[in-house]
């Protein structure tokens, strides 16, 4: 059977997409790129906010159509929207022939009469196969008392280290050359083993012991502030495998919005220690941060307190979203709810400093050589895409390049940056 998976959200949820997969294409099924190929669908959906709410609902109810029509004879509804409305959910779509929940790869597998194959991650179409992610935990501990993530996904739940070995192998072998951990705080890992577990840095050492000498990146994508030490750093900063890049969530700076985000402890000054050590180390050490503004209470003060943040810590790269009450948060119920227009007009303000802080560390790497993934290649036009390691697969810029030869999408070549934009970087192939 032609099958259609669309997967929406995190990469976590592509984590969970590409296991489905795996265990379908093992029981003789084809997973598709269109829905117009398919005899089947099926939706892994986000719940985590109003958007992704949004865009799950729309991209059910378009295959509903399809479904209701004849042109697909089945369709399967999971994941996190499953998780968050259940019952209420399905009785607003009535077509839909399954329901799992997030994580429940053997349901949608007994769906399709694979019985209870276990979980193998397998690229989906249209990415590529040479970057992926490896999930090392699920749940979350933390209760920011604006995120969904707990009452979707539940408390931490470690992925035992061998089992992460053991699934980076798997994806070594089937080509892959850069693997992102994620996870909803990879500084938690391993909190809930107990007594003789492991930690984030045990886990680092376990896979440079197991690839060493391999031509493969491994990147930490999602940490917690709070628990991100220089210790955490030194090990980065010192690792032949781990990239100089760190995605650290700050979300604010202000002492009084992170005490009502629940979040203490991760205040503007500490954070901007750490983020100086690390340049200490490298100073093209790569940083990347997420920022919400309009948090209730957040006043025109608190919002400048953050602006400093942003602008003294010449951090690489932000996300920047304003903030939404999610029904069934705390913060939804919170006094001093900001208006839509002001939570706007401070997005823009911070989106326009972070690209001018972003284009002055962009500048520094003009006239230097970088280490390269190529992901695409146009002999006719005669230039490449990649990334380095200062660029995230799919939140951060590409680097573009002029050839002076062949290379294929999958490797690594040398780059020399002849120019800095705000989020990409130009350059040409160092040698053939």
């Known amino acids: 059977m032609n099958i259609f998976l669309l997967s929406l959200g995190c990469s976590k949820n592509q984590v969970d997409s590409e296991k489905i997969a795996g265990i379908l294409q093992r029981c003789g099924h084809r997973i598709v790129e269109s829905s117009s190929e398919a005899d089947a669908a099926i939706v892994n959906t986000c719940g985590f906010i109003e ?10 109810l378009e295959l509903e159509i399809l479904r209701r029509s004849g042109k697909i004879r089945t369709l399967g509804i999971i994941g996190c929207l499953v998780n968050r409305y259940g019952v209420e959910l399905r009785k607003e779509i009535p077509l839909a022939d399954f329901w799992a929940e997030a994580g429940d790869h053997a349901a949608v597998g007994r769906a399709f009469g ?3 194959l276990p979980p193998l991650q397998a690229a989906l179409p249209g990415t590529y196969p040479w970057s992926r992610y490896l999930k090392i935990s699920e749940g979350c501990n933390n209760r920011c008392s604006y995120c969904m993530i707990p009452m979707i996904r539940g408390d931490l739940v470690s992925v035992p280290p061998l089992r992460v070995i053991r699934e980076a192998e798997e994806l070594v072998l089937s080509g892959a050359k850069e693997i992102c951990l994620v996870g909803q705080d990879l500084t938690s890992y391993g909190r809930d083993i107990g007594p003789g577990g492991c930690s984030l840095e045990n886990l680092m050492e376990m896979i440079e012991d197991r690839f060493k000498g391999q031509d493969v990146w491994f990147r930490l994508l999602y940490l917690h502030p709070l628990r991100v030490g220089k210790r955490l750093i030194e090990r980065v900063a010192g ?26 402890g991760t205040e503007g000054e500490k954070v901007l220690d750490l983020f100086s050590f690390a340049r200490s180390l490298d100073p093209d050490f790569a940083l990347r941060t997420t920022l919400m503004v309009g948090f209730p209470g957040e006043t025109e003060d608190h919002f400048l307190s953050l602006a400093s943040f942003l602008e003294n810590s010449e951090i690489d790269r932000a996300g920047v979203f304003t903030f939404f009450p999610e029904e069934g948060t705390p913060a939804e119920k919170f006094e ?15 989106f326009s400093l972070q690209e001018s802080i972003s284009l002055r560390r962009q500048k520094s790497f003009e006239g230097k050589v970088l280490k390269v993934l190529v992901e695409e290649v146009n002999m006719q ?30 490797n690594f070549i040398d780059v020399r940056i002849t120019e800095a934009q705000e989020h990409d970087l130009i350059g040409e192939v160092e040698g053939r």
């Open 336 to 350: 001093g709810q900001v208006p839509k227009e002001v939570k706007e007009e401070r997005l823009e303000r911070l």
């Open 381 to 410: 036009e005669g230039y490449l895409e990649g990334r380095s390691f200062r660029e995230a697969p799919e939140v951060d810029g590409i680097i573009e390049a002029q050839l002076k030869g062949k290379a294929v999408p999958g």
């Open 114 to 116: 694979c019985g209870d």
């Open 239 to 264: 690792s032949e495998l781990f990239l100089n890049y760190l995605d650290i969530p700050v979300q604010h700076s202000d002492p009084d919005i992170l005490k009502a985000m629940n979040r203490e």
């Open 51 to 60: 958007p992704a709410v949004e865009e799950s609902v729309d991209a059910i």
